[in-house]
């Protein structure tokens, strides 16, 4: 059988760096918002390119930390409205409805899957006040075109970074912004990786590459055990350059308090735990090579996969994808998913049903957006991961030619 994700064996590789983290968190005597924590925030903030990350209980409780944090910073207001990709996972849509805030949902490109950003000005109203993008399967869904209509539009640029830890996006920087390093606007932080490339007075000077969760004015972040950095358990942190964002949510997440026993806001607890945030660092040093290997595996279904009956999305360079999922686009899907099952192969889709469509949220179930629908209803995710080995990926491209329409 082959897996769609074996996370026994992705963690039974570095066993013995997990379990002396373990063992040394289980003998402190300490468990909450201690050494582990801090260490595991301080790696994270300095891998992802910000000042601040902020451990919290999970990716959803991450961005409906900051959506809160905004509104209780008075940057955000109860009926506001926040531009979404329509094909998300339900956590991005629920951050938002959960703090009374209006979801705005934009059909994705059929290409990318990613939100179509020539779709996005048309939606904004007088009451739209931020952009929330997902960089869904592991593909950076940032691009300069949403950087730009959040400068002139003034809306805060938040990014689900709960499938794409690791992930790059490649930005141009203009003279200026390199002279005073303006960090005031999405994508101007402090430049990770410059590259000169042309000396025009006028023109773009340079591009830099910056990781998704440093792109906008704050990321959530999932450790949910099958991401790409995944805890043995629930986890989840915020990243920004904001102090005061930083210094918000994580009053709120700790009940509402900046001092013992004094309460700020009417907040939740939603903490990181010193055992999970052990396991973290850990983790985390291994994170570009076990990224480094996913994409090694696409590149392989991206040469071998050819069928007629199957379309695989855009391809980017492996910087801008850390394929925490390999999508393939089928009209079929069902037959294909069951085809490949006969042959032993596990596969999972990501997801049978649009947030819009979900009984929870009925009242959206008129939209138009059949972009999204049809994505969901054609999608399928096949095995990827660190240990899938190079014969099992051969396996499932030799699987997914020989499907043929007769199969049935
Ligand atoms: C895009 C996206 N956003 C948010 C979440 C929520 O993360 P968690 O499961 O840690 O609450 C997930 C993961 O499940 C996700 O895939």
Redesign the pocket.
């Known amino acids: 059988m082959i897996k769609f994700l074996d996370l026994k064996a992705i963690n039974a590789t570095h066993a013995t760096e997990i379990e002396n983290a373990i063992l040394r968190v289980a003998r402190s005597g300490w468990y909450l918002r201690g050494e582990e924590t801090h260490k595991f925030e301080e790696e994270y903030a300095r891998y992802i390119g910000c000042r601040h990350a902020i451990g919290c209980g ?6 409906r930390l900051i959506f809160r944090a905004y509104i209780e910073m008075g940057m955000l207001c109860k009926g506001d409205e926040v531009i979404v990709p329509a094909n ?2 339900i ?2 849509i629920l ?1 938002l409805t959960d703090n009374q805030l209006t979801p705005v949902f934009v059909e994705p490109d059929a290409e990318t899957l990613q939100i179509d950003d020539t779709l996005i000005e048309k939606a904004i109203t007088s009451h739209t006040r931020a952009i929330l993008i ?3 399967y592991g593909r950076c869904a940032y691009t300069e075109r949403i950087g730009d209509l959040c400068k002139r539009h003034n809306l805060l640029l938040i990014e ?1 970074n ?2 794409a830890h690791g992930c790059m996006s490649k930005l141009k920087i203009e003279n200026e912004d390199l002279k005073t390093g303006d960090s005031n606007h999405p994508g101007n932080n402090p430049p990770h990786q410059v590259h000169q490339e042309e000396n025009s007075q006028f023109s773009i000077l340079s591009t830099q590459l910056k990781r998704t969760g440093s792109l906008g004015h704050a990321a ?1 972040h ?3 055990p099958g ?1 790409n950095l995944g805890a043995l358990g ?3 942190c915020i990243t920004t350059d904001d102090d005061q964002l930083a210094a918000t949510v994580r009053a709120l997440g700790n009940y509402g308090s900046e001092e013992k026993y004094i309460f700020k806001y009417t907040g939740y607890n939603s903490r990181i735990d010193e055992l999970q945030a052990a396991v973290l660092s850990v983790k985390l040093r291994h994170l570009d090579e076990d990224n480094g290997y996913r994409a090694a595996i696409a590149g392989l279904y991206y040469k071998g996969i050819a069928n007629p009956l199957v379309r695989l999305p855009r391809y980017v360079s492996p910087e801008h994808n850390v394929y925490h999922l390999f999508p393939i686009f089928c009209n079929e899907r069902d037959h294909l998913q069951q085809h490949l099952k006969e042959h032993g192969i596990e596969t999972l889709i990501h997801y049978p049903i649009a947030p819009h469509r979900q009984e929870c949220y009925r009242e959206f179930a008129h939209l138009p957006l059949p972009i999204t629908e049809r994505i969901h209803s054609t999608i399928l995710s096949l095995p990827i991961g660190p240990t899938i080995s190079i014969d099992e990926a051969q396996a499932v491209i030799e699987a997914i030619n020989n499907f043929r329409q007769e199969t049935r």
């Open positions: 999970n990716g959803l409780d991450a961005l998300t996972y956590a991005s951050a997902v960089h869904l689900d709960a499938q959530g999932s450790f949910y991401k629930d986890a989840g």
